[in-house]
């Protein structure tokens, strides 16, 4: 590709924006893996600490209750709901700064430098960090079909066997599907060469 012909950033930016809510199948059970698991662990076990911490110090008259003067059960109960809600909250930001750091390792990003900036936002703008960051991260990488090479979305051919991992109508030039025999926009039958180079197997996107 000449240089003249390469996309401006932002409509090269929109195309993997594109790309990768078209190709990205994400599932929480899959996703939450990502986290860190002593992070994880840590934020389940300081959160049970708070919540049994805060009632059990009620109880014992440590702590006055948060609702008046009932029995110290009820008020036991009341402060863990408050505390568990806080710590809650808490809790999430705090695993949504692991997924960020790791999610942006596998997906080649600097992992650095957006979890210091989700955490820069956070105290005048709330969750804006994440938001930014799930709207422009980058599509994950993914296995080439014909030689299996780990390949980025960025790349229009596999640098291991030059398989062409965007194949576009020779016509209208929209990207056409794996099995498409027809364009979807202009009708225009497949060449024989587009053909030959459908994947005869898919591999999976890689998860990390």
Same mark, same amino acid.
């Given at each position: ?53 805060? !009632?059990?110090?009620? &109880?014992? /008259?440590?702590?006055?209750?948060? %609702? $008046? ?5 009820? +008020?036991?109960? !009341?402060?863990?709901? &408050?505390? /568990?809600?806080?710590?809650?909250? %808490? $809790? ?5 700064? +692991? ?110």
């Amino acid at each position: 590709m000449n240089v003249s012909d390469r996309q401006p950033p932002l409509s090269e930016k929109l195309s993997l924006i594109r790309y990768r809510m078209k190709h990205e199948k994400l599932h929480f059970s899959d996703e939450i893996r990502v986290v860190p698991r002593w992070l994880l662990g840590t934020v389940v076990w300081l959160y049970v600490l708070a919540v049994v911490g805060v !009632a059990m110090l009620v &109880i014992a /008259g440590a702590v006055p209750s948060p %609702i $008046g003067n009932p029995s110290r059960f009820e +008020g036991a109960l !009341a402060a863990a709901l &408050i505390v /568990g809600g806080m710590g809650a909250a %808490i $809790g999430i930001v705090l695993l949504l700064i +692991g997924y960020v750091n790791k999610d942006a390792e596998r997906r080649g990003m600097n992992p650095g430098l957006w979890t210091v900036l989700v955490t820069i936002l956070l105290p005048a703008w709330v969750l804006t960090g994440f938001v930014i960051y799930f709207l422009v991260r980058e599509p994950l990488p993914f296995h080439c079909p014909r030689c299996g090479r780990n390949v980025s979305a960025r790349f229009n051919y596999c640098p291991g066997c030059k398989y062409n991992l965007k194949p576009t109508c020779p016509q209208c030039k929209h990207e056409v599907g794996d099995t498409d025999r027809y364009c979807v926009r202009c009708g225009n039958e497949l060449t024989p060469e587009i053909e030959r180079d459908r994947p005869r197997e898919v591999s999976g996107e890689v998860r990390g």
